[in-house]
C-alpha cells in the first residue's frame, strides 16, 4: 500500500502550506513523476533569452523560478529524510528571496538547470519512494512549524504545481504575444 494515499491532516503541516497541500488531490508521488513533463511541455522551445523573461518588474525570471523550484524541492526532501530517520532536530527555515540572487540563476544555461531539476526529482522520488507506512506519519519541526514526512510530499509536489500555474498563467502569454 502506498504510505501517501492518504492527505496529511491540517495539524501535520503549517497553515502557509495548505496552499500546496490542496493542489495535489491524489497521490503526491504521481504528481512528482507527472510534473517533469508538464514543466518539459511547458517550456517546449523555450530561448535562453526568453528564460530571463519577468513577468513583471521586481519578479523572478523563468531561469530564477525554476531554480527556485530546485533550491526549495532539494530543502523539502531533506527535512522529510531528517524526520524520516526520525531526528527530532528543529530544522530551520530559509528565505526565498535570499536564495534567488544568490543562485546565479540567470547566468546559467537553460539545458544545465533542467538537468539539474531532473536529478533533484530523481532523489526526491528515490527517498520518498523507500518511505514506510511507520515513516510517513512521522512529525519533527521546521521553520518553528510542525510538519509530518506525509506532509512534505504533498508540500513538494503542491509548490512545483503553484509554480507551474504561475508559468503557465502569467510567463507563457507574455511571451505568445
Given at each position: ?18 496552499t ?49 523550484m ?74 518553528g ?16 504545481a ?16
Amino acid at each position: 500500500m502506498n504510505p501517501f494515499s492518504t492527505p496529511p491532516a491540517a495539524t501535520e503541516y503549517a497553515p502557509f502550506y495548505h496552499t500546496y497541500v490542496r493542489l495535489i488531490p491524489g497521490d503526491p508521488l504521481a504528481a512528482l513523476r507527472a510534473q517533469p513533463q508538464e514543466l518539459r511541455r511547458l517550456l517546449a522551445g523555450l530561448t535562453e533569452e526568453q528564460a530571463l523573461l519577468r513577468y513583471a518588474p521586481g519578479k523572478w525570471s523563468i531561469k530564477e523560478s525554476l531554480v527556485h523550484m530546485v533550491d526549495t524541492e532539494r530543502i523539502f526532501a531533506y527535512r522529510a529524510l531528517r524526520i524520516a530517520r526520525a531526528d527530532t532536530t528543529p530544522l530551520p527555515g530559509f528565505d526565498q528571496d535570499d536564495y534567488v540572487p544568490a543562485s546565479g540563476a540567470d547566468a546559467r544555461p537553460l539545458a544545465d538547470i533542467l538537468r539539474e531539476y531532473d536529478t533533484v526529482r530523481a532523489a526526491s522520488l528515490s527517498l520518498l519512494e523507500s518511505v514506510t507506512a511507520e515513516m510517513v506519519g512521522r512529525q519533527g519541526t521546521a521553520s518553528g512549524q510542525p510538519v509530518s514526512v506525509r506532509a512534505l510530499a504533498y508540500i513538494l509536489a503542491g509548490h512545483e504545481a503553484h509554480h507551474l500555474h504561475i508559468l503557465q498563467e502569467r510567463y507563457l502569454p507574455q511571451l505568445a504575444g
